[in-house]
């Protein structure tokens, strides 16, 4: 069974710190690694996608990937109350036509 | 660009009546779309892959003669759920790959449904 695990939080944060949130995936041959952030009530929308090894930055963002250790990572500097949401992490299903699988998401909670 | 829309947002129904929700693509060509359902409180679950052309693939434990899936167009696929009843009710969402793009999907708004 191919899973993505997750903590599910609530994990929180005071305004301004970083958030960071972790993943891991139990698929080797995965290659495509998503971050989707989903307010309550709100469908899930893209934060970043990642495909090689190391960081990529976005804004406040930071997506690390390590793919001998299955793990992957988001940051989020200077936290903002806006930022709490559920994070979702998704990692593509190999050798599928493009499915997912999501992790059960975890809840932030930035504080002012 | 790789905007998702998604038709009703919200809809309330009787049981045993059939529901038809709409997802399009609408700055892209999707050959595959996905739809997802989500109960309160729970994680999204894989309901079916949609392929334009060709049947959907269905997830184990879904029944494809009550969640009809049509992807006529590129831009287009609908789910209908037939003869609803309340355990249905639930926040149906859809997402879209860009045709030749990466795997990325971008989700759409999502369908509340509630079935009376």
């Known amino acids: 069974q191919k899973e993505v695990e997750q903590n599910s939080g609530p994990l929180s944060v005071p305004e301004g710190a970083i958030a960071s949130l972790n993943c891991t995936y139990s698929?080797?041959?995965?290659?495509?690694f998503f971050w989707y952030r989903q307010y309550s009530g709100k469908s899930p929308e893209l934060i970043m996608s990642i495909y090689s090894n190391g960081d990529k930055e976005d804004g406040r963002f930071t997506a690390q990937l390590n793919k001998a250790s299955q793990y992957v990572s988001l940051l989020i500097r200077d936290s903002q109350p806006s930022d709490s949401a559920t994070y979702l992490c998704a990692v593509n299903e190999g050798g599928s036509q493009g499915n997912l699988i999501f992790g059960k998401g975890t809840k932030l909670s930035v504080k002012p | 660009g790789a905007v998702v829309s998604q038709h009703p947002s919200r809809v309330i129904c009787k049981s045993g009546t059939s529901v038809k929700i709409e997802c399009r693509s609408l700055d892209f060509q999707a050959t595959t779309m996905f739809w997802y359902r989500q109960f309160p409180k729970q994680s999204l679950m894989l309901m079916a892959t949609s392929n334009e052309g060709s049947k959907a693939t269905y997830e184990q434990g879904v029944e494809k003669d009550k969640f009809l899936i049509n992807h006529a167009s590129l831009t287009l696929s609908t789910l209908t759920v037939t003869s609803a009843h309340p355990e249905d009710s639930s926040f149906y969402i859809c997402?879209?790959?860009?045709?030749?793009?990466?795997?990325?999907?971008?989700f759409g708004p999502g369908t509340r449904l509630t079935v009376l």
């Open positions: 997402s879209a790959v860009v045709s030749g793009g990466t795997d990325t999907q971008y």
């Open positions: 698929d080797r041959v995965s290659q495509s």
